[in-house]
Nanobody, 123 residues
Framework: QVQPVESGGESVQAGASLRLSCAASGRAFSTYGMGWFRQAPGEERGFVAAITRMGATAYANSVKGRFSISRDNAKNTVYLQMNSLKPDDTAVYYC?????????????????WGQGTQVTVSS
């Protein structure tokens, strides 16, 4: 199993960039697909971006063209580069790991979750 730990969340102004990191302890990180999800106050947790063990990526429409997910298997780390941030991006961002998901954008396909990191974007 793996245990994701997120970092990099901050309070920023609209238009700024941030890079979130997710370091996953445990074995065989390279065999896991990884995803980023977010949850704003009063809302359900939703899909942001995912990367398969082979490096294929998927994005929510709301972040496509602004966010980029990548992974470094040598460092057991997945990243979420967030550009042109908007107030609507304000949320707690969670990193999660899965194996064998049929749909990598689906929250319930992910078994291992981090504790989250807060991103606040002010206008």
């Amino acid at each position: 199993q793996v245990q994701p730990v997120e970092s990099g969340g901050e309070s920023v102004q609209a238009g700024a960039s941030l890079r979130l990191s997710c370091a996953a302890s445990g074995r065989a990180f390279s065999t896991y697909g990884m995803g980023w999800f977010r949850q704003a106050p009063g809302e359900e947790r939703g899909f942001v971006a995912a990367i398969t063990r082979m490096g294929a990526t998927a994005y929510a429409n709301s972040v496509k063209g602004r966010f980029s997910i990548s992974r470094d298997n040598a460092k057991n780390t997945v990243y979420l580069q967030m550009n042109s941030l908007k107030p609507d991006d304000t949320a707690v961002y969670y990193c999660a790991a899965q194996r064998g998901a049929v749909d990598i954008t689906t929250l319930r396909q992910y078994r291992y979750w981090g504790q989250g990191t807060q991103v606040t974007v002010s206008s």
